[in-house]
């Protein structure tokens, strides 16, 4: 009876109990095993091990091959049923004594992050992304982009284009464009970056900068955004409208300006 029961008490040792870091150590279980027998592994930084092979003899013999990366006094652990079992060992340094202070070594996990990777290749395709669709959006629109030319005379020749369009092109481009050739009016005339600002931030730009004389147009870019971004429709009466009037806005802006300069 008492040799049974000796027999069925489960024990762990370590051998070698002493090893040097990177040395393939061997765990030893015996007596009468569960069917389920739990490594505990640390969960603290520098107390690195790598599992190399699990192998079950029979039902009182097992054994666990593991390498330590940790220098100094060690501990394996087990769980079986609800008992922890504990085993001592000791790695030393590959490092000469006098050196040990800067050990232990690591285990071999890389230090690069692919995050980090990730996080730098962001950056250049999110500027090329915005060339490209600037580009293809000025491509879309067919219009003329001319610095030399007047900024009132650039305007009027792309809004008779855009009028050449307008069976053409459906809504959200008619629309879009009619915006663009506005505000990129606005931004030659007030040099302020008017195209790729968002409505509300240049109505606020001009309000600070006090461009007054542009809230005639401005004021129109908030409904003409549901065309653009929230897909409302339109129709050609309202359309041939709002064309004529940033024609009429932009030829009298004109006018007052070169008899202002004529004075």
């Known amino acids: 009876m008492i040799l049974l029961y000796l ?3 489960i024990s762990l040792q370590i051998t070698p109990d002493s090893a040097t870091v990177g040395d393939t150590l061997t765990a030893n279980i015996k007596g009468a095993l569960p069917d389920s027998v739990f490594i505990i592994k640390s969960d603290s930084f520098p107390d690195r091990i790598i599992f190399d092979s699990l ?3 029979n039902d009182t013999l097992a054994i666990v091959q593991f390498t330590s990366f940790s220098t100094g006094p060690q501990e394996f652990k087990l769980k079986v ?3 922890t079992l504990k085993a001592s060992y000791l790695i030393n340094s590959v490092l000469e004594p006098e050196n040990r202070g800067i050990s232990p070594i690591w285990a071999p996990y890389g230090f690069f992050n692919w995050h980090y990777l990730l996080f730098l290749l962001i ?3 999110a500027f090329l992304s915005y060339l490209l669709f ?3 959006r000025m491509k879309n629109m067919e219009l003329i982009e001319e610095d030399q030319m007047d900024p009132g005379e650039e305007a009027l020749k792309n809004l008779k284009i855009l009028e050449e369009k307008t069976s053409q092109w459906n809504w959200n481009k008619l629309y879009t464009s009619l915006s663009y050739i506005s505000r990129r009016y606005i931004e030659r005339k007030g040099k302020i970056p008017a195209v790729e600002a968002t ?3 240049l109505i606020l730009l001009l309000k600070k900068k006090g461009f007054s004389i542009f809230f005639p147009l401005s004021r129109q870019f908030p409904g003409w955004d549901l065309i653009k971004f929230a897909r409302f429709e339109s129709t050609q009466e309202k359309f041939d409208k709002d064309i004529a009037m940033v024609r009429t806005i932009i030829e009298q802006m004109e006018k007052e300006e070169k008899s202002d300069d004529s004075l």
């Open 123 to 125: 950056i250049p395709l």
């Open 134 to 136: 600037k580009k293809f």
């Open 7 to 9: 027999f069925s008490i």
């Open 55 to 57: 192998k079950r003899f």
């Open 81 to 83: 049923n609800n008992d």
């Open 199 to 201: 409505t509300s931030e």
